[in-house]
């Protein structure tokens, strides 16, 4: 389908892109490019990447489809520095968590060229980071959205669902407000309460002997808070207004659980988790899942 | 190792305790008692017990290990029910998450019976309820916490040590009260947290289209919410003092996340995000297991 994939950030999710294009022979070669030297390297060594490129410019250069996979925050310089090779043919995608900056950023950047940019955020990760654990199986069976804007070209969006559907992902589209105001609710807000309870935990003199009692619920539970802090400190910043308003919501529930706790009111307390419990054991990934794009 | 097992609660904890008793050939026989007589015949009926119990007197009747599984606010009014069974020789546990609480409950009730009675915590569960998910590989390589107090009979200790022990658990032992701080921490806790976000959630009127969007993430963070309402009303009743202490350290840490990111003050973000993912990453299920009695 595609001659070259121009692959910028060859970590965990451009990495595991790379390697999922071409098992699907959706791509013939990946140039790849990584701010770390060493990391370009690697990824070739991987057999992640077939060439290294030595700018961001370079891995576009005869691409007809280019992943960004970069943090969100890199996103406006990277596009920058690419933007001159950028042409109404070229497929351009990024994988960020938050798409409003993504598409500012791009505005920002490619300007008249915007058009050829797709947003999308496949709704996939791990709690690693790296090349080393890139995984062609990272994104079957993953929901993919599309954030196009009223600029974007059709053709491109197109070329977009063809791409994610053929690497086994449910494709979805949505406005990138929409977007952004969903995942802080779903996405971010968990992670900042993880990050908060280890913190809270961490910074308790018996820590390690806290950890040492913890069973598989706190192991679910804490999961996320293993995330990289450099992408979610991007995340949070970017999204922090979604964030702070889903973080007011979260706090009223927990502030009427513990009313009913101090109160004693144990009819209150079984009445809330059971508001809770039937809404979770209601819900399976994939169930509830959005219409797919056709 | 004993004649007869009288099981009381014959739900998911108690019957997989059953069924794993059984298969390691622990006892010979099981005779079980539910509060719900079609409870106790469904357990009959899938080989969980060997006898039903009209009440749970009759069910200790003969026995000489008897396992308490009900819900802890249930645990007073039981053992008073079959306290002029319990003799010095009579091995009597729970399976309760809270142990002051089962501690009081035990001397109320057992009065100069009570060195019978050793708490006991398997760190073992699942978001289902009722006979029909019973496992007996339920407690295989979990972590039980033993929490006797000075009147507590030395040789029924042992035996509940070398009974978990033989179920294929690590068995700890810790006093009532380190024990119910501790998991306010990272258990109690944590849950509250879980019935707070799906409640939020729940609470918005696009709560399912929230719920269309979640990924991997959101299943892993919400799965204890999917916990029973009844135990978790009565763990947080009973620990309540602590669970809040602990929200309150919680608090804190959310607190001071949300103003770096109302600042925009991306290095603290970025350094308390990073101390949270480093104790993360660096835990493992197991690893920092406390000492095992020997």
Not at 56 to 65: F, I, N, S
Not at 80 to 92: C, D, E, S, Y
Not at 215 to 224: N, Y
């Amino acid at each position: 389908m595609f001659e070259q994939l121009g692959l910028i950030g060859c970590g965990l999710m451009g990495g595991s892109f790379a390697l999922a294009c071409k098992r699907a022979g959706l791509v013939k070669r990946v140039v790849g490019y990584s701010k770390s030297p060493s990391t370009t390297e690697r990824a070739r060594q991987l057999g992640v990447i077939d060439v290294e490129a030595p700018s961001a410019l370079l891995a576009v250069a005869g691409a007809d489809v280019v992943l960004l996979a970069v943090p969100v925050a890199a996103t406006e310089a990277t596009l920058k520095a690419i933007r001159h090779l950028v042409t109404p043919t070229t497929l351009i995608m990024d994988v960020g968590s938050t798409k409003q900056d993504v598409v500012q950023a791009a505005r920002d950047a490619l300007r008249e060229r915007v058009g050829s940019f797709v947003p999308a955020h496949p709704i996939a990760g791990r709690e690693v980071a790296g090349v080393e654990h890139a995984d062609a199986q990272l994104y079957q069976g993953a929901q993919v959205i599309l954030t196009p804007t009223e600029r974007t070209l059709t053709a491109q969006l197109q070329r977009a669902r063809a791409l994610w559907s053929a690497l086994g992902c449910r494709v979805s589209s949505m406005a990138p407000e929409a977007h952004d105001a969903a995942f802080a609710a779903v996405s971010h807000l968990p992670h900042l309460l993880a990050f908060a309870l280890m913190g809270a935990i961490q910074s308790q003199p018996d820590a390690e002997r806290l950890l040492a009692l913890a069973g598989p619920g706190f192991r679910d539970f804490t999961r996320i808070a293993a995330g990289d802090p450099a992408l979610w400190r991007d995340v949070l910043l970017a999204n922090r207004e979604q964030v702070l308003a889903q973080s007011q919501q979260f706090a009223a529930a927990l502030d009427m659980l513990q009313q009913a706790m101090r109160a004693g009111d144990g009819q209150l307390l079984h009445d809330l988790i059971t508001l809770a419990s039937t809404a979770r054991a209601r819900w399976r990934l994939g169930d509830y899942a959005l219409p797919t794009d056709s």
